[in-house]
T-cell receptor
Framework: NAGVMQNPRHLVRRRGQEARLRCSPM?????VYWYRQLPEEGLKFMVY????????ESGMPKERFSAEFPKEGPSILRIQQVVRGDSAAYFC???????????FGEGSRLTVL | GNSVTQMEGPVTLSEEAFLTINCTYT??????LFWYVQYPGEGLQLLLK?????DKGSNKGFEATYRKETTSFHLEKGSVQVSDSAVYFC?????????????FGKGTHLIIQP
């Protein structure tokens, strides 16, 4: 049973470009969370989604960041017009309704030049 | 709001030493408490958890007891190994780790020397 799959594992972008990070949850999981880990920091909650719905986006920056979890396909975290401060590791986690336990992917490391 | 405070790292120990990583929390309700471990280049893995006061979570020789009176969930291991070198995150959730996600501490980098 495959775990949470994130891609790309590493992404390099120049300032002003767009970054798209993908997350496929564990089979049977309908809840997806995105977290950001800045260097030397803990993980900060960004957004919580269920299929086709954003449940809580209180941790998302108000501009340039968006997330979706369509009916078919992976969840996508999109960062437009990236800046150097967006350089971080972005982790996705998924859970199901029964256990509530979060399972994390290996992360996508974004570097903005 | 909720918050988690854990001891700053790095913590450097010799193999077979006793480990304690302190964690205290602030929460409005009665949260579940977790320790996650992150090995180099990998994602987070759940190490152990406790869902109510006085519960003890344990796994791979690590233990932590949910202390409501001191709002603490300190991580301990009696004899550490080089393979335990990693970053350890204390976390809490008001809903058992599900619906509202997790609030994390900043992490403690543990280095075990042979």
């Amino acid at each position: 049973n495959a775990g949470v799959m994130q891609n790309p594992r590493h992404l390099v972008r120049r300032r002003g470009q767009e970054a798209r990070l993908r997350c496929s949850p564990m089979k049977g999981h309908s809840h997806v969370y995105w977290y950001r880990q800045l260097p030397e920091e803990g993980l900060k909650f960004m957004v919580y989604l269920q299929k086709e719905n954003i449940i809580d986006e209180s941790g998302m920056p108000k501009e340039r960041f968006s997330a979706e979890f369509p009916k078919e396909g992976p969840s996508i975290l999109r960062i437009q017009q990236v800046v150097r401060g967006d350089s971080a590791a972005y982790f996705c986690a998924s859970s199901d309704l029964d256990s509530g336990e979060l399972f994390f992917g290996e992360g996508s490391r974004l570097t903005v030049l | 709001g909720n918050s988690v405070t854990q001891m700053e790292g790095p913590v450097t120990l010799s193999e077979e030493a006793f480990l304690t990583i302190n964690c205290t929390y602030t929460a409005t309700g009665y949260p579940s408490l977790f320790w996650y471990v992150q090995y180099p280049g990998e994602g987070l893995q759940l190490l152990l958890k406790a869902t109510k006061a006085d519960d003890k979570g344990s796994n791979k020789g690590f233990e932590a007891t949910y202390r409501k009176e001191t709002t603490s969930f300190h991580l301990e291991k009696g004899s550490v190994q080089v393979s335990d070198s990693a970053v350890y995150f204390c976390a809490l959730s008001e809903s058992g780790g599900g619906a509202d996600g997790l609030t994390f501490g900043k992490g403690t980098h543990l280095i075990i020397q042979p």
